[in-house]
């Protein structure tokens, strides 16, 4: 059986061994489970965990990245702290274990969450993703510069379990807008996303992360339980 670290490792590797080998106009690649690229040398590593985000505003900026949402106005109805009932979390769970603290949510029709870089576009990102329906059905976008680039789908079981998605593009990116159906097949309606454990970066160069792979970077896991 593999162990938590063997998983993250080969969820690493797979996302390494896929933003080297894409050409500059390859599409998104989407991969779930826990893993996050170590900062290094070669690129630059945003991050946000929305601990100071006490207010639930919205825009929110925070290590290079700003969030927004539609749907809920001002303090998005309560959703956004840790023990808040925001999440229609079966009986006898609790949050997934990728959230800790205070996240990022919004509910209403067709409501996303927006991740933007404040500087350089993005070639990767993770998040922890979770859902206000009992099972977590994501949709997500990534833009740059307002033109659509890629989108997708992914189904990650039960709400209160959880996961993390990672989108990779070496063409690059400057957001991603985040959905969450109560369906699979639904492709709008009343939608109930939450984010939290956010890591980005940038790549300097092509070739850069097989040679920051050769230099040894390591992996640092995104999960974290929910406290409290």
């Known amino acids: 059986m593999n162990t938590h670290n063997d998983i993250m490792k080969k969820t ?3 996302l390494l061994t896929a933003l080297v080998t894409l050409p500059a106009t390859a599409a ?3 991969t779930t489970g826990a893993g996050s690229a170590t900062p290094g040398a070669t690129h630059l590593t945003f991050a946000a965990d929305f601990e100071a985000n006490t207010h639930l505003d919205s825009p929110w900026s925070e290590g290079g990245l700003q969030f927004t949402h539609t749907g809920f106005a001002n303090d998005n109805g309560g959703c956004g702290y840790a023990g808040e009932f925001c999440v229609d979390v079966p009986a ?3 949050y997934s274990e990728s959230f800790s603290g205070n996240y990022f949510a919004t509910a209403g029709t067709n409501a996303y969450l927006s991740i933007k870089s404040e500087g350089p576009k993005l070639h990767g990102i993770e ?3 979770d859902s206000g329906y009992l099972n977590i059905h994501v949709l997500w976008q990534t833009w740059l ?7 997708g789908k992914v189904s990650l079981g ?3 379990i959880g ?3 990672a989108l990779s593009d070496m063409a690059g990116f400057s957001e991603v807008r985040v959905f969450a159906f109560d369906s699979a097949s639904d492709n709008s309606g009343y939608s109930a996303p939450a984010i939290d454990s956010v890591r980005a970066f940038t790549v300097s160069e092509p070739g850069s992360l097989a040679l920051a792979s050769l ?4 992996v640092a896991g995104v999960r974290r339980r929910r406290k409290g």
């Open 12 to 14: 690493f590797a797979a």
């Open 28 to 30: 998104v690649v989407q």
């Open 92 to 94: 006898g769970q609790t």
């Open 127 to 129: 998040f922890a993703v």
């Open 145 to 151: 510069d307002g033109v659509l680039t890629g989108s």
């Open 158 to 160: 039960a709400a209160g």
């Open 163 to 165: 996961d993390v998605l």
């Open 215 to 218: 230099a040894g970077l390591g």
